[in-house]
C-alpha cells in the first residue's frame, strides 16, 4: 500500500544539469520540427543559427529519475502511468544552459478503487544567476495503489474545455520511428520500443511516448497560434487519456480565450481523445503557479 507519510517526508536531492544546444535541436527534432524543411519557424528549433529551445524541453531538463521505485514508498511500479504534465516558464527557455532544481511531493490524491495520483513538483534555477527559469509538474496515476485514506497538498484542478467548435485545427502526422527517436531524450522506457514487452502491458505494439504527444501540442500551438513565437508561450498543461501509435496522425483543435488558449488531441482514425483538459497562458501578466517550488 502507498506510504503516505514516506512520501509526505520525501527528501530529493537538489537536481542539476548542464545542457547544450544539441540538445535542443535533438528534443525539437524528435517532435517532428524540420519536418518542412521549407518552414522557417520549424528551422529555428532545429537549426544552429538563431537557435530557439522548445518550450516543452524544459519537462525533461533536471529530471528527478525514477524515484518512485524507492521501496519505502509502497508504489506498485508496474501498474504506474503518466497522468498529467505541466510546464510554466518564468522566462523562455535558452536553447542551453546550466540549471540547478529544487523538487517535492506536491500532493497525494486518494482515488480509492480507481488508485492514486501523485504530483511531483520541480523548479529550475539558472546556476550563474539564480532566476527562476521553469517550474514542473508530474503527475503520476498509480492504477493499484489507492484506498490508503489520506490526502494531502494542493492537487493541480482541470479546466472544462468550451462546448463551441475549435477556433484553430492542426493535424501532425507522426512518423512510424517517432518512438525510436524520442528515447534518445533519456526516457528507455521498452514500451515504447520492444514489441514483446509492449503485448505485455496491453498493446499491440510500441506505443508514442506520453510526454513526446505533450510536446506535439506546444509544436501546434506555436504553428496554429504564436507564429512559431516561443517566448510567448508560457506554459503547456494537459491530462493523458490514450496513447499514440507511431504514424498516426494527431489531431490537435485549439480554442482562442483572453491570454490563453485551450485545447485537446485526438486520433480521428481511431474516434479516441489522446490529450484532454488542454491549457496553455500565452505571453506576460501571469501569476507563478502555486507548484513552484522555493530555491
Given at each position: 500500500m502507498l506510504n503516505v507519510d514516506a512520501l509526505e517526508g520525501w527528501e530529493f536531492p537538489l537536481l542539476e544539469q548542464r545542457y547544450l544546444a544539441d540538445q535542443s535541436m535533438l528534443y525539437a527534432a524528435t517532435l517532428g520540427f524540420g519536418q518542412d524543411p521549407m518552414c522557417s519557424g520549424q528551422l529555428r528549433f532545429v537549426y544552429e543559427k538563431d537557435l530557439a529551445a522548445v518550450p516543452t524541453f524544459a519537462a525533461i531538463l533536471c529530471h528527478p529519475g525514477r524515484w518512485t521505485a524507492a521501496p519505502e514508498l509502497g508504489v506498485t511500479l508496474n501498474k504506474v502511468v503518466h497522468g498529467e504534465q505541466r510546464v510554466f516558464l518564468h522566462q523562455p527557455l535558452a536553447p542551453e544552459g546550466d540549471l540547478v532544481a529544487r523538487a517535492r511531493v506536491q500532493a497525494v490524491q486518494d482515488k480509492g478503487q480507481k488508485g492514486a495520483l501523485i504530483h511531483a513538483a520541480r523548479t529550475m534555477y539558472d546556476r550563474a544567476t539564480g532566476a527562476a527559469v521553469a517550474s514542473i509538474l508530474h503527475s503520476s496515476f498509480c492504477r493499484a495503489d489507492g484506498g490508503f485514506g489520506r490526502e494531502f497538498g494542493i492537487a493541480p484542478v482541470a479546466e472544462p474545455l468550451p462546448g463551441r467548435a475549435p477556433d484553430v485545427v492542426v493535424d501532425i502526422e507522426t512518423r512510424p520511428e517517432a518512438a525510436v527517436l524520442y528515447?534518445?531524450?533519456?526516457?528507455?522506457?521498452?514500451?515504447?520500443?520492444?514489441?514483446?514487452?509492449?503485448?505485455?502491458?496491453?498493446?499491440?505494439?510500441?506505443?508514442?511516448?506520453?510526454?513526446?504527444?505533450?510536446?506535439?501540442?506546444?509544436?501546434?500551438?506555436?504553428?496554429?497560434?504564436?507564429?512559431?513565437?516561443?517566448?510567448?508561450?508560457?506554459?503547456?498543461?494537459?491530462?493523458?487519456?490514450r496513447p499514440v501509435v507511431p504514424g498516426e496522425t494527431v489531431r490537435f483543435e485549439i480554442w482562442r480565450e483572453d491570454g490563453l488558449c485551450r485545447f485537446r488531441a485526438r486520433v480521428e482514425a481511431r474516434d479516441v481523445t489522446v490529450l484532454d483538459a488542454g491549457r496553455c497562458l500565452l505571453g506576460e501578466g501571469h501569476d507563478a503557479p502555486d507548484y513552484m517550488v522555493p530555491a
Amino acid at each position: 500500500m502507498l506510504n503516505v507519510d514516506a512520501l509526505e517526508g520525501w527528501e530529493f536531492p537538489l537536481l542539476e544539469q548542464r545542457y547544450l544546444a544539441d540538445q535542443s535541436m535533438l528534443y525539437a527534432a524528435t517532435l517532428g520540427f524540420g519536418q518542412d524543411p521549407m518552414c522557417s519557424g520549424q528551422l529555428r528549433f532545429v537549426y544552429e543559427k538563431d537557435l530557439a529551445a522548445v518550450p516543452t524541453f524544459a519537462a525533461i531538463l533536471c529530471h528527478p529519475g525514477r524515484w518512485t521505485a524507492a521501496p519505502e514508498l509502497g508504489v506498485t511500479l508496474n501498474k504506474v502511468v503518466h497522468g498529467e504534465q505541466r510546464v510554466f516558464l518564468h522566462q523562455p527557455l535558452a536553447p542551453e544552459g546550466d540549471l540547478v532544481a529544487r523538487a517535492r511531493v506536491q500532493a497525494v490524491q486518494d482515488k480509492g478503487q480507481k488508485g492514486a495520483l501523485i504530483h511531483a513538483a520541480r523548479t529550475m534555477y539558472d546556476r550563474a544567476t539564480g532566476a527562476a527559469v521553469a517550474s514542473i509538474l508530474h503527475s503520476s496515476f498509480c492504477r493499484a495503489d489507492g484506498g490508503f485514506g489520506r490526502e494531502f497538498g494542493i492537487a493541480p484542478v482541470a479546466e472544462p474545455l468550451p462546448g463551441r467548435a475549435p477556433d484553430v485545427v492542426v493535424d501532425i502526422e507522426t512518423r512510424p520511428e517517432a518512438a525510436v527517436l524520442y528515447r534518445l531524450n533519456n526516457d528507455r522506457n521498452p514500451l515504447h520500443i520492444e514489441p514483446a514487452y509492449a503485448a505485455k502491458a496491453g498493446f499491440d505494439r510500441p506505443i508514442l511516448h506520453g510526454l513526446c504527444t505533450w510536446g506535439l501540442a506546444a509544436r501546434a500551438v506555436l504553428q496554429g497560434v504564436l507564429d512559431y513565437d516561443q517566448t510567448r508561450l508560457r506554459s503547456v498543461e494537459a491530462r493523458f487519456s490514450r496513447p499514440v501509435v507511431p504514424g498516426e496522425t494527431v489531431r490537435f483543435e485549439i480554442w482562442r480565450e483572453d491570454g490563453l488558449c485551450r485545447f485537446r488531441a485526438r486520433v480521428e482514425a481511431r474516434d479516441v481523445t489522446v490529450l484532454d483538459a488542454g491549457r496553455c497562458l500565452l505571453g506576460e501578466g501571469h501569476d507563478a503557479p502555486d507548484y513552484m517550488v522555493p530555491a
